[in-house]
């Protein structure tokens, strides 16, 4: 055999350490993505773990979600700017669902008997006038009794649709009334209406004397009129608690009496 083809050890180990580098490399790769898929695998873990649990939505959230204010208020529908803005002695509002009493209440400053023969909206000369209270009363509807006024005997208007009460079916199917202010709605539930005389009732009444006021409300829960109707599904206890809106008109040729409308406030609602 010649020198040139005898295979030195040196070069076999040589050529054999050239074959393995690439397979060598390879493992050093792969042993590197395991150790990084490794690493990022722990840390997913241990975020989802230790992970603060989200907040839970605040009530302004909640609340505009699902469509209403944060304090609960209501809307109120009664624009009291733009009234106001016409004539400022409009301070609230009355609806008696039913009838055509649907109006501004007012109060002059000066003259109580103003509003008998003057609009709500700008004061001028109306043989209907207004329904209106007088000074004898807040403007808030805070007094034990407050009396609400308005003619009788002009068509439709002001208060002559609220003798359909006159008529028990219609009595026994409406129930409540509304009174608006700037800053709430109040509802009054209607528990009696009926014939009386014609004295100045907020002048007859020592309204502050606690028996005073629970022995007048005794007499519009059971009234002894001629005309009546009373609200037997009415049966809370009137207290001094309670806050009376009594709606007072005339009746057509009768001289000398009132038609009286009693409500009882039974919820009260803020408004924006």
């Given at each position: 055999?010649?020198?040139?083809?005898?295979?030195?050890?040196?070069?076999?180990?040589?050529?054999?350490?050239?074959?393995?580098?690439?397979?060598?490399?390879?493992?050093?790769?792969?042993?590197?993505?395991?150790?990084?898929?490794?690493?990022?695998?722990?840390?997913?873990?241990?975020?989802?773990?230790?992970?603060?649990?989200?907040?839970?939505?605040?009530?302004?959230?909640?609340?505009?979600?699902?469509?209403?204010?944060?304090?609960?208020?209501?809307?109120n529908?009664?624009?009291?700017?733009?009234?106001?803005?016409?004539?400022?002695?409009?301070?609230?509002?009355?609806?008696?669902?039913?009838?055509?009493?649907?109006?501004?209440i007012?109060?002059?400053?000066?003259?109580?008997?103003?509003?008998?023969?003057?609009?709500?909206?700008?004061?001028?000369?109306?043989?209907?006038?207004?329904?209106?209270?007088?000074?004898?009363?807040?403007?808030?509807?805070?007094d034990?009794?407050?009396?609400?006024?308005?003619?009788?005997?002009?068509?439709?208007?002001?208060?002559?649709?609220?003798?359909?009460?006159?008529?028990?079916d219609?009595?026994?199917?409406?129930?409540?009334?509304?009174?608006?202010?700037?800053?709430?709605?109040?509802?009054y539930?209607?528990?009696?209406?009926?014939?009386?005389?014609?004295?100045?009732?907020?002048?007859?009444?020592?309204?502050?004397?606690?028996?005073?006021?629970?022995?007048?409300?005794?007499?519009?829960?059971?009234?002894?009129?001629?005309?009546?109707?009373?609200?037997?599904?009415?049966?809370?206890?009137?207290?001094?608690?309670?806050?009376?809106?009594i709606?007072?008109?005339?009746?057509w040729?009768?001289?000398?009496?009132?038609?009286?409308?009693?409500?009882?406030?039974?919820?009260?609602?803020?408004?924006?």
């Open positions: 055999m010649a020198e040139n083809e005898v295979a030195r050890p040196e070069e076999e180990e040589q050529e054999e350490k050239k074959k393995r580098r690439p397979l060598a490399i390879l493992l050093i790769f792969l042993g590197v993505l395991l150790l990084i898929g490794g690493a990022v695998y722990t840390g997913i873990y241990l975020y989802s773990v230790f992970e603060p649990e989200p907040e839970p939505p605040t009530v302004a959230t909640t609340a505009a979600t699902e469509g209403t204010t944060v304090d609960n208020r209501v809307e529908p009664i624009d009291f700017a733009a009234l106001q803005a016409e004539n400022d002695e409009q301070y609230a509002w009355i609806k008696v669902p039913g009838t055509n009493v649907d109006y501004p007012c109060q002059s400053r000066t003259d109580d008997e103003f509003y008998l023969k003057h609009k709500a909206s700008d004061k001028t000369w109306s043989e209907p006038g207004a329904v209106f209270t007088q000074r004898h009363n807040s403007l808030d509807f805070t034990r009794v407050t009396l609400v006024y308005g003619h009788n005997g002009y068509s439709d208007k002001m208060f002559a649709t609220l003798h359909y009460f006159d008529k028990e219609f009595f026994n199917e409406h129930e409540v009334f509304y009174i608006y202010t700037p800053t709430s709605i109040k509802t539930e209607i528990i009696s209406v009926f014939k009386y005389d014609d004295r100045h009732i907020m002048n007859s009444f020592d309204f502050q004397n606690d028996e005073v006021f629970l022995d007048f409300l005794n007499m519009i829960r059971q009234p002894d009129s001629t005309l009546v109707h009373t609200r037997d599904s009415f049966t809370q206890e009137l207290t001094t608690d309670d806050r009376v809106v709606l007072s008109t005339c009746i040729r009768q001289n000398g009496v009132r038609f009286l409308v009693c409500g009882v406030l039974i919820n009260d609602e803020e408004t924006y």
